[in-house]
Each structure stands twice: as structure tokens, then as C-alpha cells.
């Protein structure tokens, strides 16, 4: 059954560092997501990207996140220079046709240090 | 805006017994309601959707919710807990059109023998 992989499981980066956290979605989907959990909190959504582009990102998604698709397979999530509020467990997800639903990766759970 | 509240952090059963997990929903639309389970390192997996069919939706693992509008509540429930059954549960909302994911801050829940 396909799934969607994120990698690495769990990254620790001290603060200032930029970090990037990879998710190869299901090959025939074409909408990414990501969204974060900070330990204890809800899952928030983070960005939804489309056609090589964001469709939609949340407040909390600033100048110090980027996402791309560099490739026909990977969708990252960048972070400038992490601040210890970043640390939490990143994400992703992918979608197929209009009406499909989400599908979630097993997570990468970032530290700060 | 959509949000969902889910009554309890943590919920302790039995084997055997009924597992009741509580969700309840605000919309300002007719939402499309979710419940995902998440075993311990793996990702976030549907287990069944409310999308304005059938008010009594039945998911898998022998999992079912049931959307009640006039309580605003889309609670889980399984009639007998199983030990495969622990892990942690999210309900989530979203809109028609609108497919980012508003989570609930998830129930714990563990199965005793």
C-alpha cells in the first residue's frame, strides 16, 4: 500500500540552524501539506502547496519557513534559523484528486536546542 | 472558522469494553468531520469521515462515529476495546472546499488487560 515517508524520524539542531525536513508524498498525488504538533498542543496547519506553489499558509508559516518540491518526489519543509519554539513533531501529508482526502506521513520530530 | 474540542487527554478501558471518545464541533459551515488514529511512530491514519451522507459513519478496526447536529458532536465509539486499540485519537474538521485540517488536541487512549 503506498504511503507517504518522511525523513529523518527525529533531528535535534541547535538554535540559529536551518534545518530541512523531507517527506516523499504518494507518487501519483499532486497537493502537499504540512502541518506541526508542539508537544501537549494541537496539530496546527502549517502550508498546503499546489502546481509548485503555496495555495494557502497559516500565521504561523513566516519568512523563516520555505517548502518546495525540488524534484518529482520530495516535498521539504525549510526553516531559516530555528528558534527553540520550533521544536515539535512536523507532518507531512499528501492528497490525490479534488475530494481525496489526506494522507499523513509518520512524522519527524524536531529538537532545538 | 472550524475547531473541534475533544473532551479528555486520556481515556483508560478495559479489554472488552466500550471505548467512547468525545468530539465535539464548531462551524460556521456544514463541516466534514474526521477521526484519526495514530500508533506509536507512524503517521496519522483516517479511520472514518463524516462528509454530509449518513449521519452514522463506520470506520475501520470496528471503529463508529456518529454526527449529531443539534449537539454539535461527532463522538468515536467501539463496542469492545481491544489492546491493539491503544494509541493516540485526533478528530478533525474541515470545510467542503477547504482542505486544511483543523485538529482536536487528541485523546490517549490505553487498554487494560
Not at chain 1, 534545518?19 to 507518487?27: G, K
Not at chain 1, 497559516?58 to 519543509?77: A, H, K
Not at chain 1, 530555528?82 to 494522507?103: H, I, N, P, V, W
Amino acid at each position: 500500500e503506498p504511503e507517504v515517508t518522511q525523513t529523518p524520524s527525529h533531528q535535534v539542531t541547535q538554535m540559529g540552524q536551518e534545518v530541512i525536513l523531507r517527506c516523499v508524498p504518494i507518487s501519483n498525488h499532486l497537493y502537499f501539506y504540512w502541518y506541526r504538533q508542539i508537544l501537549g498542543q494541537k496539530v496546527e496547519f502549517l502550508v498546503s502547496f499546489y502546481n509548485n506553489e503555496i495555495s494557502e499558509k497559516s500565521e504561523i508559516f513566516d519568512d523563516q519557513f520555505s517548502v518546495e518540491r525540488p524534484d518529482g518526489s520530495n516535498f521539504t519543509l525549510k526553516i531559516r534559523s530555528t528558534k527553540l519554539e520550533d521544536s515539535a513533531m512536523y507532518f507531512c501529508a499528501s492528497r490525490g484528486l479534488a475530494g481525496g482526502e489526506q494522507f499523513f506521513g509518520p512524522g519527524t520530530r524536531l529538537t532545538v536546542l | 472558522a472550524q475547531s473541534v474540542t475533544q473532551l479528555g487527554s486520556h481515556v483508560s478501558v478495559s479489554e472488552g469494553a466500550l471505548v467512547l471518545l468525545r468530539c465535539n464541533y464548531s462551524s460556521s459551515v456544514p463541516p466534514y468531520l474526521f477521526w484519526y488514529v495514530q500508533y506509536p511512530n507512524q503517521g496519522l491514519q483516517l479511520l472514518l469521515k463524516y462528509t454530509s451522507a449518513a449521519t452514522l459513519v463506520k470506520g475501520i478496526n470496528g471503529f463508529e462515529a456518529e454526527f449529531k447536529k443539534s449537539e454539535t458532536s461527532f463522538h468515536l465509539t467501539k463496542p469492545s476495546a481491544h489492546m491493539s486499540d491503544a494509541a493516540e485519537y485526533f478528530c478533525a474538521v474541515r470545510s467542503p472546499g477547504d482542505y486544511k485540517l483543523s485538529f482536536g488536541a487528541g485523546t490517549t487512549v490505553t487498554v487494560r488487560a
